[in-house]
């Protein structure tokens, strides 16, 4: 993993990384951009909007942390203008850098899990978060869009158990032909 | 949306300005209208504590707006119909007891004095005069009730903003909070978020058990002091459910004015005694079978910041501070006591 500081071009992620914080293009509305989030698929125009009402607008400025590596994760952001980038601490090691479209945190939506890396914008950057309260409160308001929601959560945390997976199986290859 | 947006948008200071304003603002209404800001807390209580009944609308498919208006006319009509029914009632054997035959109540007194000095004497201290010492008591007590009237005057018409307020806050309740959180600087967002959600999840559950526990003791309460044919075992029984909710004084208050009651109305000590085993009796029913059916999680609060809490909640807000104390001494704890142990867990970066 490359090391490289904040204002740097977006470049593309690794395999594993595009995995996991999913890029997508950039779109003019909330409601366009709750489109093409893989947590918000297959919801109607009126799922989206009851998501859309519940979100938290954040504006952070260039080097201003989004959370840090260890804090406890209260839930995911999406990223509406700008570009972030996900590093791990204490060497401060560029994970990758998240352009328009992207979004991260979505474990801690879950769970109150410690966040695995920090988030910093590197631009003036505006966020879309969707916090565990808001998502909790919607799962007892309107069970079956939480079902939903529920639903695509647990998908993308299998497809990055078999993401892992994968990468552990490459590893223990590259390990055994290095010996 | 459009008005949350252009709040993230204003620069950093001036969100910061619109945050200290708010805190100092709230601050100023708390010392110079203390009346409204103990109605806007009891408001926000009864809101927040009918919060899952509109979300239980909700998930019937209602709109917000709809389902707290559904639970406001609900409430409305609920509270006029106890008015209704028990107000003449209550109102009634108040007007008793006001009544009340003076010459009975002296008799009680006075066999009362008889037994205590009978009591002091072999103790060799001086003899008390129950009576004259009562009513040099009431004598200098009596003008400030009566100073206090035209606050009660003003404070009754405040009780005419007391719908809307727990109107609004229902219905707006849940944007209020975002609006809130969205005046906290980015360092502290998170970490806001989380304290709110960890807040509601304990008191959430204390709070409205708090009220179910209350209402059961009053019935229980009413019931007991009908079975003994205790006079104005209306307003005595409501008195003992309400004072229920403050821990460790408010059950033994709801006993000793019941037996007062009995005493001065004429009943004999053996009555007294019934009263406070039923009392006892529904204090251990409380404990055992309501508390535990209804409070999934206690707060703990040592007794004498109870006290200090209900003395300072009355001598600063009257009758209404008295009511909220407790709540919001419990509401304080857990804030104070969540936001230490929660801040411990993250690392603020200055500015």
């Given at each position: 993993m490359q090391n490289r500081h904040f204002g740097s071009e977006v470049t593309p992620m690794s395999g594993f990384w595009s995995n996991i914080f999913l890029s997508n293009p950039k779109k003019d509305s909330t409601l366009d951009l709750l489109k093409t989030i893989p947590v918000f698929e297959d919801l109607n125009s009126r799922e989206l909007q009851a998501v859309e009402r519940i979100l938290y607008r954040r504006t952070f400025s260039p080097g201003e942390i989004i959370f840090r590596q260890g804090d406890p994760g209260v839930g995911m952001y999406m990223l509406g203008e700008g570009e972030v980038e996900i590093r791990s601490e204490?060497?401060?090691?560029?994970l990758t850098t998240l352009g328009v479209g992207s979004f991260f945190g979505e474990v801690s939506l879950l769970n109150e899990v410690p966040r695995s890396a920090t988030a910093a914008a590197s631009t003036e950057c505006v966020l879309w978060g969707f916090f565990r309260p808001e998502l909790m409160d919607l799962i007892e308001r309107r069970p079956k869009l939480g079902v939903k929601i529920l639903l695509h959560l647990a998908q993308i945390a299998g497809k990055r158990l078999v993401a892992v997976d994968v990468e552990l199986r490459d590893m223990r290859i590259r390990d055994s032909e290095v010996r | 949306m459009m008005s949350l947006e252009s709040t993230s948008r204003a620069p950093r200071w001036g969100i910061r300005i619109v945050g200290v304003g708010t805190v100092a603002l709230i601050l100023a209404l708390a010392v110079l209208l203390p009346g409204l800001v103990a109605l806007l807390i009891l408001g926000a209580l009864i809101a927040y504590l009918l919060d899952p009944a509109v979300q239980h609308l909700e998930r019937r498919g209602f709109n917000r707006t709809a389902a707290a208006s559904m639970v406001f006319a609900g409430l409305s009509l609920l509270v006029i119909s106890v008015l209704i029914v028990l107000v003449p009632a209550v109102v009634a054997q108040f007007d008793e007891l006001l009544t009340l035959d003076v010459s009975r109540a002296t008799a009680t007194f006075e066999s009362m004095n008889v037994t205590i000095n009978s009591w002091i004497g072999k103790l060799g201290l001086e003899e008390v005069d129950l009576l004259d010492s009562l009513l040099t008591y009431l004598g200098e007590r009596i003008p400030s009730i009566i100073a206090v009237l035209p606050d009660a005057l003003s404070f009754i018409g405040s009780l005419a903003l007391f719908p809307f307020i727990i109107f609004f806050l229902l219905k707006d309740g849940r944007m209020l909070k975002k609006t809130t959180l969205l005046l906290v600087p980015n360092n502290y967002f998170e970490f806001s978020l989380g304290l709110l959600f960890k807040m509601d999840l304990q008191l959430g559950n204390y709070l409205r058990g708090q009220l179910i526990e209350a209402f059961v003791v009053g019935v229980l309460s009413i019931a007991a002091l009908w079975i003994l044919d205790v006079p104005y075992f209306l307003p005595v029984g409501i008195f003992a459910g309400a004072a229920n909710?403050?821990?460790?004084?408010g059950p033994s208050t709801g006993a000793i004015t019941a037996v007062i009651v009995i005493l001065v109305s004429g009943g004999s000590p053996a009555t007294a005694v019934l009263i406070v085993v039923l009392f006892i009796l529904i204090q251990l029913l409380d404990n055992g079978i309501v508390q535990p059916l209804v409070i999934s999680r206690k707060i703990k609060m040592h007794p004498l910041l109870i006290l200090v809490s209900v003395v300072a909640g009355g001598q600063l807000f009257g009758f209404l501070g008295l009511l909220v104390a407790v709540p919001v001494i419990a509401i304080l704890k857990v804030f104070i006591v969540e936001s230490i142990g929660y801040s411990r867990r993250y690392r603020f970066q200055p500015g």
């Amino acid at each position: 993993m490359q090391n490289r500081h904040f204002g740097s071009e977006v470049t593309p992620m690794s395999g594993f990384w595009s995995n996991i914080f999913l890029s997508n293009p950039k779109k003019d509305s909330t409601l366009d951009l709750l489109k093409t989030i893989p947590v918000f698929e297959d919801l109607n125009s009126r799922e989206l909007q009851a998501v859309e009402r519940i979100l938290y607008r954040r504006t952070f400025s260039p080097g201003e942390i989004i959370f840090r590596q260890g804090d406890p994760g209260v839930g995911m952001y999406m990223l509406g203008e700008g570009e972030v980038e996900i590093r791990s601490e204490p060497d401060h090691v560029v994970l990758t850098t998240l352009g328009v479209g992207s979004f991260f945190g979505e474990v801690s939506l879950l769970n109150e899990v410690p966040r695995s890396a920090t988030a910093a914008a590197s631009t003036e950057c505006v966020l879309w978060g969707f916090f565990r309260p808001e998502l909790m409160d919607l799962i007892e308001r309107r069970p079956k869009l939480g079902v939903k929601i529920l639903l695509h959560l647990a998908q993308i945390a299998g497809k990055r158990l078999v993401a892992v997976d994968v990468e552990l199986r490459d590893m223990r290859i590259r390990d055994s032909e290095v010996r | 949306m459009m008005s949350l947006e252009s709040t993230s948008r204003a620069p950093r200071w001036g969100i910061r300005i619109v945050g200290v304003g708010t805190v100092a603002l709230i601050l100023a209404l708390a010392v110079l209208l203390p009346g409204l800001v103990a109605l806007l807390i009891l408001g926000a209580l009864i809101a927040y504590l009918l919060d899952p009944a509109v979300q239980h609308l909700e998930r019937r498919g209602f709109n917000r707006t709809a389902a707290a208006s559904m639970v406001f006319a609900g409430l409305s009509l609920l509270v006029i119909s106890v008015l209704i029914v028990l107000v003449p009632a209550v109102v009634a054997q108040f007007d008793e007891l006001l009544t009340l035959d003076v010459s009975r109540a002296t008799a009680t007194f006075e066999s009362m004095n008889v037994t205590i000095n009978s009591w002091i004497g072999k103790l060799g201290l001086e003899e008390v005069d129950l009576l004259d010492s009562l009513l040099t008591y009431l004598g200098e007590r009596i003008p400030s009730i009566i100073a206090v009237l035209p606050d009660a005057l003003s404070f009754i018409g405040s009780l005419a903003l007391f719908p809307f307020i727990i109107f609004f806050l229902l219905k707006d309740g849940r944007m209020l909070k975002k609006t809130t959180l969205l005046l906290v600087p980015n360092n502290y967002f998170e970490f806001s978020l989380g304290l709110l959600f960890k807040m509601d999840l304990q008191l959430g559950n204390y709070l409205r058990g708090q009220l179910i526990e209350a209402f059961v003791v009053g019935v229980l309460s009413i019931a007991a002091l009908w079975i003994l044919d205790v006079p104005y075992f209306l307003p005595v029984g409501i008195f003992a459910g309400a004072a229920n909710v403050v821990p460790y004084l408010g059950p033994s208050t709801g006993a000793i004015t019941a037996v007062i009651v009995i005493l001065v109305s004429g009943g004999s000590p053996a009555t007294a005694v019934l009263i406070v085993v039923l009392f006892i009796l529904i204090q251990l029913l409380d404990n055992g079978i309501v508390q535990p059916l209804v409070i999934s999680r206690k707060i703990k609060m040592h007794p004498l910041l109870i006290l200090v809490s209900v003395v300072a909640g009355g001598q600063l807000f009257g009758f209404l501070g008295l009511l909220v104390a407790v709540p919001v001494i419990a509401i304080l704890k857990v804030f104070i006591v969540e936001s230490i142990g929660y801040s411990r867990r993250y690392r603020f970066q200055p500015g």
